[in-house]
């Protein structure tokens, strides 16, 4: 009966310690699952650490863009009220320019004005012996071309450049001019006077103190 007892005894005691070993594995699982869950945790909370460093950043370079954009803007608002002011400036520039241009035009043509020798119409020519208290050199008859000076010698020192201008009503006006050579070589101007005759016609015109007589048939 006491071996029984004994025996009995070991087999409670196995007993006991099965259950605390079983306890013990239970245990364990569970805190390893309980480590693996809050490492998970840790994990997750790294990310989204990681996530609101990434956004700061990112929020961060908005606000210098925005404020970037913003200078951008005032730099551009600055520009554009330059180049309104540099607009205005060129315009005003622009109208005294035009200006300036037609008073010079206008003085031009003062000077041109008082400066053109006196032109007699065909209608007016004068006959050489129509006027015999000037000093009347004939040419007679010359063949020139159009628009080219050509001198003839009068004598003493004295020429006679003659130009002949073709007119579109078949006339043509002759420019003549007068001088004189000095003594360095200079040719110091008499007269010039300019007359319209029809071609071959024998005509004379006052140039300073001579007669000029001349007939012109052009080339």
Known sequence: MSTKLKVAALFVLLLAVAALLSLQQQQIRRLGAENADLRT??????SLQDTNEH??????AAVNSSQANQNELLRLRGQGSRLRQLEQENTQL?????????????AQLAVVSSEQPQVTPAADVKVTSG???LNTT?????ELSDGTATRFDLGGGTN???TPTALSDGNATMEIKVGVTNADG???????????????QRCSI???DRMIALAVKLK
Do not use: H
């Open 206 to 208: 006052s140039v300073g």
């Open 186 to 200: 200079t040719v110091s101007e008499l007269g010039v006077s300019q007359i319209t005759a029809r071609p071959g």
């Open 94 to 106: 622009k109208a005294q320019r035009q200006q300036l241009e037609r008073q010079m035009q206008q």
């Open 160 to 162: 006679c450049v003659v």
């Open 55 to 60: 956004l700061a950043g990112e929020l961060k």
């Open 41 to 46: 945790q840790l994990g997750q909370m790294a």
């Open 138 to 142: 004939d040419l007679g008859m010359l």
């Open 131 to 133: 006027n015999p208290n």
